[in-house]
């Protein structure tokens, strides 16, 4: 089912998502190239992490088709009209192309920060205890919680809490990182340190990264193409450098008005 050109990894071809008769996303198109760094912006309620939560088969949709990496995401349509994947493995293939990090970090209370990273790779890629560990270590180093391996993550800050979701996204090798709003639950102080680690990220040039933030500045320095989201549609979009300093459209120049 493939109808994606190589070079795009994500494509929403006219995608709608209803909750009852509320439309939150409205006819959306909207392309991700592979390895490309795409940062979404928009007011609230404009529809940014429902995009995100489709993609992570967290939300099914209401029409139209979603593309990963080449495969469709939803088949069957539920007595409720929605579409659903074809079956539970279809779903899991998908979604291992993905990782996603949370506004709230989401991880496992009752499990050591190492072991959050290991019981994916370990439980659903099957992958030997002994490499799960290796590269749960080489993830630690990378985001700079080296010590912290045994704590739990009430022991630690949230900074390093949002760090850990981070690593334990990456232990699964996705292809591509979803991240809503990583940094909006954390103390100021705590947000740079999660914003230097994404930044590494970013650098990568394999690794596909969506992106839902508010620190405009962050989004300009490391993405490739900026998305302004509006009523569930993409109004505008662009360079950051074009669209952060020559918005065409009003409700673009309002929103960047009011978060600069
Ligand atoms: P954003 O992330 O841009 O702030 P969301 O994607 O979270 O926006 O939400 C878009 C709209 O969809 C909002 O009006 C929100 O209230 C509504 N919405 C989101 N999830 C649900 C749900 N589970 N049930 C009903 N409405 C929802
Ligand atoms: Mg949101």
Known sequence: MTDTDADTIIKF??????????????????????????????????????????????????????????????????????????????LRKMREKMGMVFQQFNLFPHMSVRRNLTEAPIQVLGMPKAEARQRADELLEMVGLTQHADKYPHQLSGGQQQRVGIARALAMRPKIMLFDEPTSA?????????????????????????????E?????????RVCFFDRGKVLEQGKPEDLFTNPKEERTREFLKAVL
């Open 186 to 214: 954390l103390d100021p102080e705590l947000v740079g340190e999660v914003l230097n680690v994404i930044r590494r990220l970013a650098e990568e040039h394999d690794l596909t990264m969506l992106l839902v933030t508010h």
């Open 216 to 224: 405009m500045n962050f989004a300009r320095q490391i993405s490739d």
């Open 13 to 90: 071809d006219k995608v709608v998502k209803r909750f009852d008769s509320f439309t939150v996303i409205d006819e959306l198109d909207f392309e991700v190239k592979r390895g490309e760094k795409v940062t979404i912006i928009g007011p609230s309620g404009s529809g940014k992490s429902t995009v995100l939560r489709i993609l992570m088969t967290l939300e099914p949709i209401s029409g139209g088709v979603v593309y990963v990496d080449g495969d469709t995401l939803w088949h069957e349509k539920g007595s409720d009209g929605q579409l659903r994947p074809a079956s539970e493995r279809h």
